[in-house]
């Protein structure tokens, strides 16, 4: 991993983001990593709308993530926030009645096809915990699939493992929805 750095996600580093969601597509459908985003009243599903309203979003400073760049390339991506820029979990209502309001929400992350399974969800993880630390810290909260040791496709792993997880650091704290679980970490 010594030949890859992190950065914010930022203006500045948009134009690599936005070559690595392209190059996949828009990424899940044409998501963008905005799913999990509050949307304006006046959005339009779509892959150009999650596109413009991601775009818009980072310029304003209300999207955070931490990118896995190889020189310029940016290959990867852990995407936080607080909870009131992440609105838009699954199984909220449960997680919200279990759970005290964490300070930070991690809600996706994504490896380049052509870099997977080398260990960059953990290192993406890792840089999103650095960038969290240094906008403050607090309690961190994520929503892992649990595999519980059975093999996966990596397209339903859009936030990790849970073994990604614990080997950062996080604590499991109970079961989400059928395959997720909730874990946390405090920076």
Request: charge should be positive; aromatic fraction near 12%.
């Given at each position: 991993?010594?030949?890859?750095?992190?950065?914010?996600?930022?203006?500045?580093?948009?134009?690599?983001?936005?070559?690595?969601v392209?190059?996949?597509?828009?990424?899940?459908?044409?998501?963008?990593?905005?799913?999990?985003?509050?949307?304006?009243?006046d959005y339009?599903?779509?892959?150009?709308?999650?596109?413009?309203?991601?775009?818009?979003?980072?310029?304003?400073?209300?999207?955070?993530?931490?990118?896995?760049?190889?020189?310029?390339?940016?290959?990867?991506?852990?995407?936080?926030?607080p909870?009131?820029?992440?609105?838009?979990?699954?199984?909220?209502?449960?997680?919200?009645?279990?759970?005290?309001?964490?300070?930070?929400?991690?809600?996706?992350i994504?490896?380049?096809?052509?870099?997977?399974?080398?260990?960059?969800?953990?290192?993406?993880?890792?840089?999103?915990?650095?960038?969290?630390?240094?906008?403050?810290?607090?309690?961190?909260?994520?929503?892992?699939q649990?595999?519980?040791?059975?093999?996966?496709?990596?397209?339903?792993?859009?936030?990790?493992?849970?073994?990604?997880f614990?080997?950062?650091?996080?604590?499991?704290?109970?079961?989400?929805?059928?395959?997720?679980?909730?874990?946390?970490?405090?920076?």
């Amino acid at each position: 991993m010594e030949n890859y750095i992190v950065r914010a996600l930022s203006t500045d580093t948009w134009d690599a983001f936005e070559q690595l969601v392209e190059k996949h597509n828009g990424v899940w459908g044409g998501c963008w990593c905005t799913w999990f985003h509050a949307k304006p009243p006046d959005y339009e599903r779509g892959a150009e709308a999650n596109r413009c309203l991601k775009k818009k979003l980072v310029e304003e400073g209300n999207a955070h993530a931490a990118l896995v760049f190889d020189g310029d390339s940016c290959i990867a991506w852990c995407q936080f926030g607080p909870p009131q820029e992440l609105p838009n979990i699954y199984h909220k209502r449960e997680v919200e009645a279990k759970m005290a309001m964490p300070d930070w929400r991690i809600t996706c992350i994504f490896v380049d096809k052509s870099h997977r399974r080398i260990g960059l969800a953990g290192f993406a993880l890792e840089g999103a915990l650095k960038l969290i630390g240094d906008l403050g810290g607090g309690v961190v909260e994520s929503y892992p699939q649990d595999t519980q040791g059975k093999k996966v496709s990596s397209s339903f792993l859009y936030n990790g493992t849970r073994q990604v997880f614990e080997k950062c650091g996080f604590n499991y704290e109970g079961r989400k929805g059928k395959n997720h679980c909730i874990m946390r970490k405090v920076i």
